[in-house]
């Protein structure tokens, strides 16, 4: 298994600003994903965070608004860009070495007022 | 394409009876199936994982789960409910070539009655 932080827990965020959320991870991972939990809902996969070139965004992300870097195995960053209430959710970093196995992180939760 | 399809957003039962949680997924090429549970303001904790092998899954704190090919199906069971139990469950498919990416279901709220 392995031990995923997230940064910042939670935060509230004034509209139109922007909240970089960290993932750091006790192991090399080859793979990390973004997903986004919005009220009530179920998990969104945002994006993968691929180590060394650009992240893989999914249908309905672009890198403008969540710009996602991976500067090494054991760590990546997902910003939420010019945010408004509509970005209120949970922000979940997930992680795994094969694809047998996906970890997360205990989530961000994000309330833009 | 994957997709998964969890039957019932809430589920109730009383403490000690039967715990029954549904998921149907579809998928092209021989699926990954996972069971999370998310407990209030926490993140998600794995329950149990089906990838190959025996199609009866066991997993933590009593649970388990069928891979039924036939039905696309893959329940979660637990003969007796915990008061414990109460959180949401989240039924997700995955499969080879997705590289750890996982399509989730709707989610299941379970609430156990005393």
């Known amino acids: 298994s392995a031990v995923i932080s997230q940064k910042p827990s939670r935060d509230i965020c004034q509209r139109g600003t922007s909240l970089t959320i960290q993932c750091q991870v006790d192991?090399?991972?080859?793979?990390m994903f973004w997903y986004r939990q919005q009220p009530g809902q179920s998990l969104t996969l945002i994006a993968t965070?691929?180590?060394?070139?650009?992240?893989?965004?999914e249908s309905g992300f672009v890198i403008d608004k969540f710009p996602i870097s991976r500067p090494n195995l054991t760590f990546s960053t997902l910003t939420v860009s010019n945010m408004s209430p509509e970005d209120s959710s949970i922000y979940l970093c997930?992680?795994?070495?094969?694809?047998?196995?996906?970890?997360f992180g205990q989530g961000t939760r994000l309330t833009v007022v | 394409a994957q997709s998964v399809t969890q039957l019932g957003s809430h589920v109730s039962v009383s403490e000690g009876a039967l715990v029954l949680l549904r998921c149907n997924y579809s998928?092209?090429?021989?699926?990954?199936l996972f069971w999370y549970v998310q407990y209030p303001n926490q993140g998600l904790q794995l329950l149990l994982k089906?990838?190959?092998?025996?199609?009866l899954v066991k997993g933590i704190n009593g649970f388990e789960a069928e891979f039924k090919k036939s039905e696309t199906s893959f329940h979660l069971t637990k003969p007796s409910a915990h008061m414990s139990d109460a959180a949401e469950y989240f039924c997700?498919?995955?499969?080879?070539?997705?590289?750890?990416?996982?399509?989730f279901g709707q989610g299941t709220e379970l609430s156990v009655k005393p």
């Open positions: 997930s992680v795994g070495q094969t694809s047998t196995e996906a970890f």
């Open positions: 192991s090399q991972v080859t793979m």
């Open positions: 965070a691929n180590q060394g070139s650009e992240a893989t965004y």
């Open positions: 998928s092209s090429v021989p699926p990954y």
């Open positions: 089906y990838t190959t092998g025996a199609t």
């Open positions: 997700a498919v995955s499969s080879y070539n997705q590289g750890g990416k996982l399509i």
